[in-house]
């Protein structure tokens, strides 16, 4: 069963522009990560925040934790056209998860020059 | 050059054949699994392995198998019993960490068409 939703589905942006999609979760969670798809590739693992932080950055990318709304964001600042890719969010549930992840069905981000 | 792999990148079996997708990582990570991903989806998981000789089923499992007889590999079979086989599979592994933070790192994906 999925947890992660994402929202919105699609997001076509202009470069330097920035990209915000969101992610929403229905049960208490120990960490919640990103994830970018190039069409037809594997996933790469962008970033991971756990349930007791609320804001993480790393390059470009900022990422925001609110457990009380079960909601977290994905910023993308100053977009490039290599940023377009499908991101998905992927929570990990349970004190025995070992790593299970529930994705969401995904963010399509397009980026045009 | 430290991944996983996944091999064929694509595969076409007539229906009714059973067919095994590999997939290998040379990360020494514990963890490994499959999903499959159908378009426009996120990822489903169908089975996951914590160590070797031991695998669990997910929230797909029916119609598929896996054996785990060494760390490195985790092989796939989609047998005739798999109703819509035909999608993109995605092999994944992680390592076993003391916090529960298992960021996962995949391989490139097989897509199989089944006709």
């Known amino acids: 069963s999925q947890q992660g939703e994402e929202d919105p589905q699609a997001l076509s942006i202009q470069e330097g522009e920035n990209a915000t999609m969101n992610c929403s979760y229905k049960t208490s969670i120990n960490n919640l990560q990103w994830y970018r798809q190039n069409s037809g590739r594997g996933l790469v693992h962008l970033i991971l925040?756990?349930?007791?932080?609320r804001e993480k950055h790393s390059g470009r990318l900022r990422v925001t934790l609110d457990t009380s709304k079960k909601s977290s964001s994905l910023l993308i600042t100053a977009s490039r056209a290599a940023d377009t890719a499908s991101y998905f969010c992927?929570?990990?549930?349970?004190?025995?998860?070992?790593?299970?992840?529930?994705f969401g069905a995904g963010t399509q981000v397009v980026v045009t020059p | 050059d430290g991944g996983i792999t996944q091999s064929p990148k694509y595969l076409f079996r007539k229906e009714g054949q059973n067919v095994t997708l590999s997939c290998e990582q040379n990360l020494n990570h514990d963890a490994m699994y499959w999903y499959r991903q159908d378009p426009g989806q996120g990822l489903r998981l169908i089975y996951y392995s914590q160590i070797v000789n031991d695998f669990q089923k997910g929230d797909i499992a029916e119609g598929y198998s896996v054996s785990r007889e060494k760390k490195e590999s985790f092989p796939l079979t989609v047998t005739s019993a798999q109703k819509n086989p035909t999608a993109f599979y995605l092999c994944a592994s992680s390592r076993r960490r003391e916090l529960s933070d298992y960021e996962q790192y995949f391989g490139p994906g097989t897509r199989l068409t089944v006709t």
């Open positions: 925040i756990r349930s007791n932080e």
């Open positions: 992927a929570t990990s549930h349970g004190e025995d998860s070992w790593g299970k992840l529930q």
